[in-house]
């Protein structure tokens, strides 16, 4: 049986991430290229279960787009562990302010940008994932004054990080919010938040911790189950919800926001059907995302239950 994402043990130490992250903020980048990429061949070494379920995605992945020359030639795996390395260093350098909003190309056809910049209204809904850097939404956040982002999180995975960044003293207006389930106490705290303004972040590609609340999708040319969580939420607070990516392009983070709903209205009759056809929407955007940064899946575990 395939091991759920939410058991699996955290490889990080706190030790070594804060002294990763005053490497990041002393180093010279020369230098912090070469140990980062010796830390992540210690973790490509050691992962065996990982370097597995990374390239069964590439397979999927290059199946599905038809596009022979998507992937690199030369260890594809290894280069998207190494992709994922920089990922960090740039989760850092965010935090510490050294990667700022004015480094970020913003693609925003919808004008969500301008709804952030002076945060008016009800709060709304950012529906992000686990490819490319999300965490680059700091600098929207050190941008645009007065927005406050909460960021729903399995917090097991996140403590050590969250100390981390307490200690670098990152934006007070980032809130990480543990939430394991979606019950009232849970959702009436959440309607207050959006009621006051304030946005929410959610992931809506990984299964949920309890593993139950599910829909079968097509994603990369096979099914797969994504959470009903982010969508059940969105019509329940009646928010806006937003889809949000952000990728590594030619050394520059390019942050696409786009609207997906004004407001997701379901009924106890027609749910399960209206959940399905969004979170097939939002997979079919994933797989095109996919296809313009292929390396930067960080979705390692079995994604696809291979091993079910």
């Known amino acids: 049986m395939s091991e759920h994402w939410a058991t699996k043990q955290e490889r990080g130490n706190l030790f070594v991430l804060r002294l990763l992250a005053r490497l990041i903020r002393y180093c010279p980048m020369w230098l912090l290229a070469i140990l980062s990429r010796l830390v992540v061949l210690y973790f490509f070494v050691t992962s065996p279960a990982e370097r597995r379920n990374i390239a069964r995605y590439q397979q999927h992945l290059q199946s599905w787009s038809g596009k022979s020359d998507l992937l690199p030639a030369f260890a594809p795996v290894y280069r998207q562990f190494v992709a994922f390395g920089q990922a960090l260093v740039d989760r850092f350098a965010v935090w510490q302010g050294r990667l700022r909003y004015e480094h970020i190309v913003v693609e925003d056809p919808d004008g969500i940008h301008k709804q952030m910049l002076y945060a008016q209204g009800r709060g709304q809904i950012l529906i992000c994932s686990h490819l490319g850097n999300t965490e680059i939404s700091r600098a929207l956040v050190s941008h645009h004054k007065g927005l406050v982002l909460n960021i729903l999180i399995h917090s097991k995975h ?25 019950d009232i106490d849970t959702m009436m705290m959440l309607q207050q938040r959006v009621d006051n303004g304030e946005w929410i972040a959610i992931a ?38 937003n889809t949000l990516f952000c990728i ?61």
């Open 158 to 182: 996140a403590r050590k990080y969250n100390a981390v960044m307490a200690d670098l003293g990152a934006d007070n207006d980032i809130r990480l919010l543990q939430v394991t389930e979606l």
């Open 248 to 308: 590594r392009q030619q050394g520059r983070y390019a942050l696409h926001i786009k609207r997906m709903s004004d407001r997701i209205q379901w009924t106890r009759h027609d749910r399960d059907e209206v959940i399905r056809l969004w979170v097939q929407r939002y997979a079919q955007q994933l797989e095109q995302v996919c296809v313009k940064a292929p390396l930067q899946w960080f979705n390692f575990y079995d994604f696809w239950k291979h091993n079910d």
């Open 204 to 241: 809506a590609d990984r299964e949920p911790v309890r593993g139950e609340k599910v829909v079968p999708v097509s994603f990369l040319g096979e099914t797969v189950a994504f959470p009903q969580g982010p969508w059940l939420m969105a019509g329940l607070l009646k928010a806006s919800v």
